[in-house]
Each structure stands twice: as structure tokens, then as C-alpha cells.
């Protein structure tokens, strides 16, 4: 039974939890809550009104809870299991602090782009043609110093490829794609990577700026990053930027 929950990156519980696990009526918790003997800027910090739906679909008032604020609601509780259930209560909020502890402690950030240009991987596409990595430097060089990677093998130009290769498809303008030996300086080595007659390119640049940065790259570093606080705000404070350069 879940016990606890991530409330705006703070660790809290609700009232109705409490009621549930201590198998008491959650009529009773909101009661013992109201008649709490706290001061009212106790009160404010540690219970914050809220509300769920019921089986009925009716908004039924319960109250989100911080650490202080259950363990002042249980202090008065008794009963055959209430000390386990207290104990359960105290290792739920210490797992979830530390996981949000882990979770919002940056890791060193790579220079993985830029590392990746000078080993110069797309040498290997035939004149006549281009590809995605090199034609898509200047997102993935916004990317790297606004946002970062935590990652050596963060690929954004994966992402790009795939929403390129659907946006293309049918295009009267949109020619067979050819491949070539895409040579990576890290364990993957050697593999077939895709690349494009250059009569598109001037059709990619226009979707890369008007369609894929303002779109799908904006999802894309989102669903990366959603479990990943540091990062997450890292991109938040990216997005503005990205779509005035855009």
C-alpha cells in the first residue's frame, strides 16, 4: 500500500492514506486534524486542504500532510499495530527523501556533442548527400549548453531522425534514402546510418527550426528528463530561449 506521496517535490501524505492504513474512518482523521492543538503557522505549513473524488464523483475535502504534520496527527494514536504502522509510515517518507535526494543531486554534465564533432563521425557521407548530425549541430550545441547531457550516448539527433523521417514521408521533393558507414569513437563503432540527397536539405533546415524545435524537441527533452529534477529544471529554464531564437 503506498503510504506516501511526491507533492511538489516536497514528501507528504494525506489524510485519507492515514485513514486507510490505521483502519480508522476518514471522517475521524479530518475531525482529529481540525482539533489539533497547534499553532495556526504550524497548521499552515504542515496541512494544506485538499480534496478527491469519491466513488459518488463528489469532491470530498482531505488534507496533504508533511513528515511534522503525521507524525503530530499519530502522536495520540493507540491501538495493536499503531507503532508498526508508524514505523511503516517514517521508512515511507525516508525512501522517498532519499530518492528525491538522488534524483536532484546533478551529475557531472559531458560535452557530448561537441566531443562528437571533432571526432568528426559523419566523414564517411558521400558529397553528394548530408546527414543528420551534422546538419543539426546548432540544436544539438543549444541543447549541450543550455541543458546538458549526463549521458555519453545522449543522441538528440535519434530523436531528430525519427520525426524527420516521418515528416518527409510522401513529400513529392522527397528522394530515396541512401546509408553510409557512421563511425562512433565509443563502443557502438560502426553502423548504417542514413543520409539524404542535398536537394532536401533547405527543406530540413526550415523543419528543423519551425517544426522540430518547437515541437518535438521541446517533448522530447521533457520525457527524458521527467523523473530527473535537476535536469528537468535545466530544461524549463531552456525552453524560453529555444523558442525566441526559433
Not at 531522425?161 to 553510409?180: E, I, L, M, Q, V
Not at 542514413?194 to 518535438?216: A, D, G, I, P, T
Request: glycine letters at 4%; one cysteine or more; proline letters at 3%.
Amino acid at each position: 500500500m503506498q503510504l506516501v506521496i511526491n507533492y511538489n517535490e516536497k514528501v507528504t501524505t494525506t489524510s485519507l492514506l492515514v485513514a486507510r492504513k490505521f483502519g480508522k474512518e476518514h471522517k475521524n482523521v479530518l475531525r482529529d486534524i481540525e482539533n489539533l492543538e497547534c499553532s495556526g503557522e504550524f497548521r499552515a505549513l504542515n496541512f494544506e486542504p485538499s480534496s478527491y473524488k469519491s466513488i459518488q464523483n463528489k469532491d470530498v475535502t482531505m488534507f496533504i500532510m508533511t513528515r511534522d504534520g503525521f507524525s503530530r496527527l499519530v502522536m495520540g494514536f493507540t491501538g495493536a499495530h499503531a507503532a508498526r504502522f508508524k514505523e511503516e509510515f517514517i521508512e515511507g517518507f525516508n525512501r522517498m527523501e532519499a530518492f528525491l535526494k538522488a534524483e536532484s543531486t546533478p551529475k557531472p554534465l559531458l560535452q557530448v556533442y561537441s566531443k562528437r564533432m571533432i571526432n568528426d563521425e559523419a566523414r564517411n557521407c558521400p558529397d553528394t548527400h548530408w546527414c543528420i548530425f551534422t546538419e543539426s549541430h546548432p540544436v544539438m550545441i543549444a541543447v549541450e549548453a543550455n541543458v546538458g547531457s549526463q549521458c555519453e550516448f545522449d543522441l538528440i539527433d535519434g530523436s531528430i531522425g525519427s520525426w524527420w523521417g516521418k515528416y518527409r514521408k510522401d513529400k513529392p521533393w522527397a528522394k530515396t534514402a541512401s546509408t553510409y558507414k557512421y563511425e562512433f569513437a565509443d563502443r557502438r563503432r560502426t553502423v548504417d546510418a542514413k543520409c539524404y540527397e542535398n536537394s532536401e536539405l533547405e527543406h530540413f533546415k526550415r523543419w528543423l527550426k519551425h517544426v522540430y524545435k518547437k515541437q518535438h524537441l521541446i517533448d522530447y527533452l521533457h520525457n527524458k528528463y521527467a523523473n530527473n529534477i535537476f535536469m528537468l529544471k535545466r530544461v524549463e529554464a531552456f525552453i524560453p530561449k529555444l523558442l525566441k531564437a526559433s
